[in-house]
């Protein structure tokens, strides 16, 4: 039988916002930031990617994946633990990691598509990936329907680029937040992809409005 573990309790420490005392406490309670140590991930969102991978099958062997908003590193960590190669990009700093292509800068900029899409070339000539997998999300203000408006342009930023990048058959796979994608954007996706689903992995914390989206079976952009 598997004991509850008693919760640590943090105090507020003099100078500290209430929202970091609370940030620390959900932290040195959360179960699966424990085990991201025991298992050597990078951090808990490691497991996000694991359980939609265990649900879907999205990670094989030999693939070419496109992570964006990388750092610290541990969705880049599972996929090439399942024999893929990735490229990542984030606008913070990560340490290097075996079999992946690291690029340091926001995604927004207007490079950053065609720098991504070079190292996408030294693998397939063509130039094309298997994967192309977002955990991107722009700092929150508080404010319901700015902050919905802000992650939809950068899911949408992601998601133009997946279809120039992504093989027929690809999946496109990004983080969302209240109420998920768009119907203007999934009507889209309809069009381009085979089938298009919402999932929150038991990964993601239950009062976290976060969940992803998953678009299976690229047909190719010109459909």
């Not at 599972?78 to 606008?91: E, H, W």
Request: with cysteine.
């Amino acid at each position: 039988m598997t004991r509850n573990k008693a919760k640590t309790k943090v105090k507020t420490a003099k100078g500290r916002k209430s929202a970091s005392t609370r940030w620390l406490k959900r932290q040195l309670n959360d179960p699966y930031v424990e085990r991201a140590k025991k298992d050597g991930y990078r951090g808990r969102a490691a497991y996000k990617l694991i359980e939609m991978d265990e649900k879907l099958g999205l990670l094989k062997p030999g693939q070419v994946i496109v992570d964006l908003g990388a750092a610290p590193g541990g969705w880049c960590q599972v996929a090439t633990q399942k024999g893929a190669r990735v490229i990542a990009l984030d606008l913070l700093a990560m340490d290097e990691l075996g079999d992946v292509d690291f690029i340091q800068m926001d995604f927004m900029d207007d490079d950053a598509p065609d720098r991504l899409k070079v190292l996408i070339r030294q693998y397939n000539e063509d130039g094309l990936a298997d994967l192309v997998i977002s955990d991107m999300a722009p700092n929150t203000t508080g404010h319901k329907q700015t902050d919905h408006l802000r992650i939809m342009a950068v899911v949408e930023a992601a998601y133009e680029f997946a279809c120039e990048v992504l093989k027929p058959g690809g999946t496109f796979v990004a983080k969302v937040f209240q109420g998920g994608a768009q119907n203007t954007l999934l009507a889209d996706m309809n069009r381009h992809f085979e089938k298009t689903r919402h999932m929150k992995p038991p990964a993601s914390r239950k009062e976290s409005a976060e969940q992803y989206l998953i678009a299976s079976g690229f047909k190719g952009f010109n459909t």
